[in-house]
């Protein structure tokens, strides 16, 4: 999580926290109790944003480390194919041109081996013949299949954090505005002590607290000394 976004949803909790320790005072009117539940459905709807975000990046994760294998895999499939190709002995020299793919994006590799599946298995009983093994090429579907499912699992998680992000900076700026209105209702109410809003302006305060602020701000400057006096000393004759 950003400092920002953490700060700003610290911020938003500890106000939400005080409205409800005071909700006597915000409840007073219908206005001010829907203007408090607000809020708290804003903070509640950040977290669980904040919650996809989360999974949405475990699922990254997990989803580029099954590319990463299945990018290996695949390649040994090919490895074991290209080796085996030579010996097939078919009226046309298809097996012959078999090479093993060089550096490619993940597309290119998936449209390589998809064609290379395709290539062999018209022939496969002549591939079995020079020793591939006969559940090999079912395998390598497989593999290809689930290295398909790994780049959707990645770009569907890609867009989960996308659309988590752009929720959650609705919740905050709505949160924000919610804020505002609460305050002025703390303000406007007689039956409000001063302590109330004191809390409220302390509480919804983003980043460092003023002592923080006071202990990094740069030292004052130092005076400049008094000019000495210009008036003329009397001296005894």
Do not use: W
Request: with cysteine; net charge neutral; charged share 30%.
């Amino acid at each position: 999580m950003r400092n920002d976004i953490r700060r700003r949803r610290d911020a938003h909790v500890r106000t939400s926290g005080v409205c409800t320790e005071h909700s006597a005072i915000f409840d007073a009117t219908p206005g001010g109790q829907k203007t408090r539940m607000t809020l708290a459905t804003c903070v509640a709807d950040a977290d669980r944003q904040l919650a996809l975000q989360k999974q949405s990046i475990e699922d990254r994760r997990s989803s580029t480390e099954q590319i990463r294998r299945g990018r290996e895999a695949l390649r040994d499939f090919a490895k074991g194919i290209v080796k085996i190709g030579p010996l097939v002995k078919l009226d046309e020299p298809l097996m012959e041109t078999l090479q093993l793919p060089g550096t490619m994006s993940d597309d290119d590799l998936l449209a390589y081996m998809r064609g290379l599946l395709e290539r062999v298995s018209a022939h496969a009983d002549a591939f079995v013949a020079e020793g591939l093994p006969p559940d090999l090429l079912q395998t390598f579907a497989d593999e290809i299949d689930r290295f398909v499912a790994a780049k959707d699992l990645q770009a569907k998680a890609h867009q989960r954090f996308a659309a988590a992000a752009a929720s959650l900076r609705e919740a905050q700026d709505k949160a924000r505005t919610t804020i505002a209105a609460l305050e002025a209702i703390a303000i406007g109410t007689p039956a409000a002590h001063p302590e109330i809003l004191t809390k409220l302006r302390v509480a919804k305060r983003v980043g460092p607290r003023a002592a923080d602020d006071a202990a990094t701000a740069p030292p004052a400057p130092t005076p400049s000394p008094a000019p000495r006096s210009t008036t003329p000393t009397d001296h005894v004759a």
